[in-house]
């Protein structure tokens, strides 16, 4: 016997012992049914035998039995898949080890979009969530807690805000988050966030399945969602600990990820530590994986996959006529196209694969102009770009920021989609990409001639040499360089080729070495200057200011937050009000000289002001404020926390006469 008549027998075999018993009782009912009807029960001469009915039965049989098994495997059911998983656990708990939960605080920050604080300190920085808390279980502004930059929709409405892009998915509600590293990788079986300031700005809480200690990074970095919801407003600005109801995890993570959205806050929002629960071990529900369904095979029914004659239908005369894509082709390309425009990319992706018209709708580069990266930072890579690549050739609007981290995109894959899409490209955002470098700023500035808008905001791993590639960007309106490494020359250089500037913001740009360099060359070159954001800007005095107040005449927005060396004792404050009568926001955060004839002055020649931050002065009193409310009827915001004349009594007056303005009063409990 040859070895595959052997295989075949041994296929065979236990079919046929499964199959004996029944061929033999089938068998002896016949017998008994011959006798029965009289028939001759003596053995006939071999000569005139006929063919023994035991092999062809048999044969039937094994055939038969093949077939259900086969079906059965191909369609076992969901109560059989659990019935196997309750095996599979209960199998387990005989042999397993109960496994001991972990609780650990964050070992170290990784990565954020943004803080309030500095640079070079603690207070009320993202640096503060490592390690165990320090405020909770009190309640207030702590310095010692970590603080994002921004919280309401005071600064949408702004006119240094860009346009939102279209296609934003209504699930993506995420503004800023920070990435936090824990000693040991577990399967986390909680997340608790203390909250000591206005809770309730986190909307999702994700794990990563690289390990930042590991010596030998994994090549496929998976980003599991734990919790996810959008934005609630809770009443209480107190303490508490925030505990949601996470997801299992298939593979252990030392590496969590909190995103926040601050939109619907009365005032910052504080985080005091992260805590991580989990075990070593991975838990018992979680070792059975039930098998995974294709998306594209969803169907059971035999008849929808056996017809493939549909779309067709026969007429009167006998003839088939196709049906296609029925009244749809009838619609205007516009209409279609207008429909199309409604969907988020990956329902636009997804609906290419029914249908040539279809796939040639979702396919128009039309439909590309504007494109929003950003809800899919945890999931783009190179090989996106480059599906995406040929769809892109009338992209004026691109926001890719959050993405391509830890080498999900490189310098080839940029540069690539860069120079098929970016010729017409007039705005484009980076924040947080740090995959780029100093070459992926060259292929911006030699790819795009005509960009308007650049955000590298928090881009705070690029070489200071890297930015002086943007001065060849000479249309540029919008430029956000908050949290970079910029340096005086590279800044210099931007400002005397890119005159057309109207949105700059520098915040914490701490390599700058002589701000009042930077603002006399604002004053010259950037003369249609309306929103400049210096905020904790280091060395900037008076005689900077004076000069970007007299040459910046149409300023509207100006940000000199936590700007120490600026004395109000010079008069720059009042020189300042007297100089720009447009102005709709000033922030004046934390200098503790601002006084009562600052904002008399404010009150006498900015009757357009809408935002007013003068948190930490202890020289203005309520009779100013009084004059500033009465002469700024557009007044929405004004931050009067820890002014020390300003009490909560006096706060409570004014917000009962002018109840149209937002007085903001933090405490300290």
């Not at 988050?177 to 309730?200: K, N, Q």
């Not at 993405?403 to 310098?411: D, E, K, M, V, Y």
């Not at 098929?420 to 911006?444: M, Q, R, Y």
């Not at 200057?529 to 509207?556: F, K, M, P």
């Amino acid at each position: 016997m040859d070895i595959s008549a052997y295989s075949l027998h041994l296929s065979v075999k236990p079919v046929l012992y499964v199959a004996r018993p029944v061929a033999c009782a089938v068998l002896s009912t016949t017998s008994r049914a011959r006798r029965a009807s009289g028939a001759s029960s003596h053995k006939p001469h071999p000569a005139h035998c006929s063919p023994d009915p035991l092999f062809p039965m048999l044969t039937l049989l094994s055939m038969f039995y093949y077939i259900c098994l086969r079906r059965r495997s191909r369609s076992g059911t969901r109560g059989e898949a659990l019935t196997s998983r309750r095996a599979v656990e209960s199998g387990q708990r005989a042999t397993l080890p109960i496994s001991v939960e972990v609780e650990q605080y964050a070992k170290e920050v990784l990565d954020f979009s943004s803080h309030y604080g500095s640079e070079n300190s603690m207070s009320y920085t993202m640096w503060n969530l490592a390690g165990m808390p320090n405020v909770y279980p009190s309640s207030g502004d702590f310095t010692q807690t970590a603080v994002f930059r921004a919280y309401g929709t005071w600064w949408e409405q702004c006119a240094s805000a860009p346009l939102p892009f279209r296609r934003t998915p209504k699930a993506f509600h995420s503004q800023d988050y920070i990435e936090l590293a824990f000693e040991e990788p577990v399967y986390p079986t909680a997340v608790e966030v203390l909250e000591t300031y206005h809770p309730g700005a986190i909307v999702q809480i994700m794990a990563c399945s690289l390990n930042p200690f590991s010596q030998n990074p994994p090549t496929d970095v998976r980003w599991e969602v734990l919790w996810a919801e959008e934005p609630t407003k809770v009443l209480t600005p107190q303490a508490r600990q925030f505990s949601p109801s996470i997801k299992q995890l298939s593979f252990p993570t030392n590496l969590i990820r909190v995103e926040v959205n601050s939109s619907l806050l009365k005032y910052y929002t504080e985080l005091d530590a992260v805590v991580l629960r989990g075990q070593k071990e991975r838990p018992i529900l979680s070792l059975y994986k039930m098998p995974r369904i294709d998306i594209c095979d969803l169907s059971d029914s035999d008849e929808e996959l056996s017809d493939p004659g549909a779309s067709f239908r026969q007429a009167g005369d006998g003839k088939h006529i196709n049906l296609g894509n029925g009244y749809f082709d009838k619609l205007p390309y516009e209409l279609i196209q207008l429909i199309v425009s409604h969907l988020t990319l990956p329902d636009l992706c997804r609906l290419t694969q029914t249908c040539k018209l279809l796939h040639q709708h979702c396919c128009d580069p039309l439909q590309y102009i504007q494109l929003s990266l950003q809800p899919y930072w945890a999931r783009l890579s190179d090989t996106s770009l480059g599906h995406l690549q040929g769809r892109c050739t009338l992209l004026q609007r691109l926001n890719l920021s959050w993405t391509g981290n830890r080498g999900a995109l490189t310098l080839t894959g940029f540069s690539s989609f860069m120079k098929a899409c970016g010729g017409s490209l007039v705005c484009l955002e980076l924040s947080c990409c740090h995959f780029l470098s100093e070459p992926c700023l060259e292929v911006i500035s030699q790819t795009c001639p005509g960009l308007q808008e650049l955000n590298l905001s928090s881009c705070d791993r690029l070489h200071p040499q890297a930015f002086t590639h943007i001065s060849k960007l000479t249309q540029l309106r919008r430029l956000v360089l908050y949290r970079t490494k910029i340096e005086q020359t590279a800044m210099l250089s931007i400002l005397t080729f890119c005159i057309e500037l109207r949105h700059l913001n520098l915040g914490s740009c701490v390599m700058i070495d002589d701000y009042d360099v930077v603002a006399s060359m604002l004053a010259v070159r950037c003369r249609s200057l309306r929103s400049l954001d210096l905020w904790r800007c280091r060395n900037l005095t008076e005689r900077g200011l004076a000069e970007l107040a007299a040459g910046c005449r149409l300023l509207e927005e100006l940000d000199l937050g936590w700007c120490s060396t600026l004395q109000s004792s010079s008069g720059c404050f009042q020189h300042l009000a007297r100089n720009l009568p447009c102005l709709r926001k000033l922030f004046l955060t934390a200098n503790r000289t601002v006084c009562d004839s600052d904002i008399e002055e404010l009150a006498a020649n900015c009757p357009a002001l809408q935002h007013l931050d003068i948190l930490g002065t202890r020289m203005v009193s309520s009779s100013s404020l009084r004059k500033l409310l009465q002469a700024c009827p557009k007044l929405l915001l004004l931050d009067v926390s820890f002014c020390s004349q300003v009490d909560a009594r006096i706060v409570q007056e004014l917000c009962g006469l002018f109840p149209n303005v937002a007085i903001k009063k933090s405490f300290t409990q």
